[in-house]
């Protein structure tokens, strides 16, 4: 059974930092496209970071770029958000999602949508609040 969990999430003052984490089971992590994404109440989904399987390549959103780093450790089948210098817009739900490297026409590009994806995990909040 494919399973997403996210994990890290909590409330952090503006400019702190947190790490959210995504363990991944039922599949081998090695072989898959990963990507972030957060959604604020009455917003849509927003990716934002993802990582290839391939080389480890990353891409951001603009709007989290120099800020967010994703990273991936396939020997512990997680995945990594590390969040600093957040912003009260940063607050929203955080999901990580899952596609097959096999499912991609072209791995190294940036994929944001929902539809590009396949598996998803149930999210973590983050609040960003004084």
């Known amino acids: 059974q494919v399973q997403l969990v996210e994990s890290g999430g909590g409330l952090v003052q503006p400019g702190g930092s947190l790490r959210l984490s995504c363990a991944a089971s039922g599949f081998n992590l090695d072989y898959y496209y990963i990507g972030w994404f957060r959604q604020a109440p009455g917003k849509e989904r927003e990716g934002v970071a993802c990582i290839t399987s391939s080389d480890g390549s990353t891409y951001y959103a603009d709007s989290v770029k120099g800020r967010f780093t994703i990273s991936r450790d396939n020997a512990k089948s997680t995945v990594y958000l590390q969040m600093d210098s957040l912003k009260p817009e940063d607050a929203a739900l955080y999901y990580c999602?899952?596609?097959?490297?096999?499912?991609?026409?072209?791995?190294?590009?940036?994929?944001?949508?929902?539809?590009?994806?396949?598996?998803w995990g149930q999210g973590a909040q983050v609040t960003v609040s004084s």
């Open positions: 999602a899952a596609r097959a490297r096999t499912r991609l026409t072209y791995e190294t590009r940036r994929y944001s949508k929902r539809d590009d994806y396949d598996y």
